[in-house]
T-cell receptor, first 116, second 114 residues
Framework: SQTIHQWPATLVQPVGSPLSLECTVE??????LYWYRQAAGRGLQLLFY??????ISSEVPQNLSASRPQDRQFILSSKKLLLSDSGFYLC???????????????FGEGSRLTVL | GENVEQHPSTLSVQEGDSAVIKCTYS??????FPWYKQELGKRPQLIID?????GEKKDQRIAVTLNKTAKHFSLHITETQPEDSAVYFC?????????????FGTGTLLAVQP
């Protein structure tokens, strides 16, 4: 069966420090991968998505970047964190939407980032 | 791009009553509409979905309806129970090549009062 792992679960970082959140998926090949941010415990904002190794699409201009060095690995990074980067970050994967595939997203457990 | 609006933002019902959450979408090309439930401190999980070739779908106490002409879809929960309390998100898929880019609504906090 497929599983998704995301870490660290919680992170407290000072303003201006770097960030690296990592996500890996097991049990599937060539998944679509996503990073979402959830601020104030409510809305899910799509930050990045990837359909393959080295292929990253950015949804909103921001202080963050994403990379996909391997098929099932997705990394969210920042060189210098801002206070506004605080939030709950969720990695997710899905099967590419073809035929009768539903496009269901499977989320990781999330990483709660607090920037002080 | 796709824009999904969801309301109400909060909903409080008595146990046993029905709850309805409504969403509208902007991109007429969207053809898959899932609903996710997120309990406090946990990850969102799919509870029901509907494709554009279907007008209604039921799964026990939950149902989703879709009106493609009006570009809106709704989640209906009957006989609500305290464990239904959570944040519910609607979403719509925008087709962009080989990817399914899911755009979420802003969420509805449902509180079921015992």
């Amino acid at each position: 069966s497929q599983t998704i792992h995301q870490w660290p679960a919680t992170l407290v970082q000072p303003v201006g420090s770097p960030l690296s959140l990592e996500c890996t998926v097991e049990g599937t090949s060539n998944p679509n991968l996503y990073w979402y941010r959830q601020a104030a415990g409510r809305g899910l904002q799509l930050l990045f998505y990837s359909v393959g190794i080295g292929q990253i699409s950015s949804e909103v201009p921001q202080n963050l970047s994403a990379s996909r060095p391997q098929d099932r690995q997705f990394i969210l990074s920042s060189k210098k964190l801002l206070l506004s980067d605080s939030g709950f970050y969720l990695c997710a994967w899905s099967v590419p939407l073809t035929g009768e595939a539903t496009g269901e997203l499977f989320f990781g457990e999330g990483s709660r980032l607090t920037v002080l | 791009g796709e824009n999904v609006e969801q309301h109400p933002s909060t909903l409080s019902v008595q146990e046993g009553d029905s709850a309805v959450i409504k969403c509208t979408y902007s991109d007429s090309a969207s053809n898959y509409f899932p609903w996710y439930k997120q309990e406090l401190g946990k990850r969102p999980q799919l509870i029901i979905d509907i494709r554009s070739n279907v007008g209604e779908k039921k799964d026990q106490r939950i149902a989703v309806t879709l009106n493609k002409t009006a570009k809106h879809f709704s989640l209906h929960i009957t006989e609500t129970q305290p464990e239904d309390s959570a944040v519910y998100f609607c979403a719509a898929i925008v087709y962009g090549g080989a990817t399914n880019k899911l755009i979420f609504g802003t969420g509805t906090l449902l509180a079921v009062q015992p």
